[in-house]
């Protein structure tokens, strides 16, 4: 059954895990995008599946504009509340062409990030070939989902590898990023990390 993501909303960022999930997602991302560097002030990233903007907010700081897109109407109530200047929220689906099509919105984004929405997704490999579009060339695309055992559905390295591939997307780096523990239980994390073909 597909998950309600409204009602996870009010207490969304109450929630240890969620945070450190979200600091542990700019960790590793700085590591690939050298996205703290002043050439990034001017750039626009695109928060793909952004809940209540816990990334958004890490990366707001650093570039010109972040869009920030959910399905949930209550996750962007709850990151409209915080009034980040420099975010602009969006409740639609992406995968919806009506959404796109003549969307000044959906362009020159030279990052675009999804963080723990991938693997909830219907479709993952055809929402990639959608977020992959309004990259600008050598423009970035960076996931991190649970990682699932190879022999397992969900996300898994070599998925993500073949997504990448079929979507001209270069891989930077796909691995397991870090983990999460839930009652002694670890839980990794697998980032991927491509840039738009030159
Ligand atoms: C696990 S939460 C992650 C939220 C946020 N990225 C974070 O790390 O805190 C998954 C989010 O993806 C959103 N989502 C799921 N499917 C989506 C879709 N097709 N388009 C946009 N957002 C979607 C949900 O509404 C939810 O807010």
Redo the contacts with the bound molecule.
Sequence with gaps: MAEN?DEHAIN?DRDDH?RF??DQAFASLIVHVNIQDDEWRTRRILD?????G??SERLAPLVADVVA????QS?IEVLDRKEIGNVTTICA???DPAVRIDATWFSEFDLVVA???CG??PDYEA?LGVLAQPLNEGGFFAQWDWLAPDDEPGMTVSRIAHAFDAVDLIPVHIGQAFSVTFDGDEMPVVMGVARHRR
């Design positions: 993501w969304w969620v999930y979200a793909f599946g952004c809940g209540t816990l990334l897109i959910d399905t949930s996750m689906d992406i995968d963080s723990s929405v909830f997704l929402t």
